[in-house]
């Protein structure tokens, strides 16, 4: 082979190679900057519950608001077909939200619109994630599990201000 020749299949062998190493770079990328700079979690499991037993296991035999420490609140939910209780809640603006969440019976979803509050809510088991509200509003929480016959009318309200 000549030199020329030897060079064009380098340059050959090369572009072929970046695109296998910048790929995973370029993923890599995108799931950190996400988790870091845009702030996208995974929920949390915080825990199992009997749903039979939900109205006597707390926190969830007082479902609402309650502050943990001055900005810090925990928002307790039940998910059940085809309404989350409570419907709606009240937060100061700028607070620290834990939402805490379990199904009295099927799979229903926990998104706050506007936030990465995103959960699947499953029977058994505590959904949980942690938010930064700071900006005031209301936001809509809607399931987006499809649960049954009436699942999108599904949904509560979180009020900032
Ligand atoms: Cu609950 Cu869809």
């Not at 419907?87 to 199904?103: A, C, E, Q, R």
């Not at 998104?111 to 058994?124: A, Q, R």
Request: glycine share 8%.
């Amino acid at each position: 082979m000549k030199g020329n020749q030897k060079l064009v299949g380098y340059i050959f062998e090369f572009a072929w190679i970046l695109p296998s190493v910048a790929i995973p770079i370029a993923v890599i990328s995108t799931v950190i900057l996400t988790a870091f700079a845009v702030g996208i979690r995974v929920p949390d499991i915080a825990g199992r519950i009997e749903p039979l037993a939900i109205n006597r296991t707390a926190p969830f035999n007082e479902p609402g608001v309650r502050e943990l420490a001055p900005g810090k609140y925990e928002a307790i939910f039940i998910a059940e077909t085809f309404m989350f209780t409570p419907s709606v809640i009240d937060l100061p603006v700028g607070s620290d939200v834990t939402f805490k969440v379990t199904s009295r019976d099927v799979i229903h979803g926990f998104k706050v619109i506007g936030t990465p509050v995103n959960m699947m809510v499953v029977p058994g088991q505590i959904s949980k994630i942690t938010v930064h509200f700071d900006k005031p509003g209301e936001y809509l929480v809607v399931c987006h599990e499809y649960c049954g016959a009436a699942h999108h009318t599904m949904s509560a309200t979180v009020i900032v201000k």
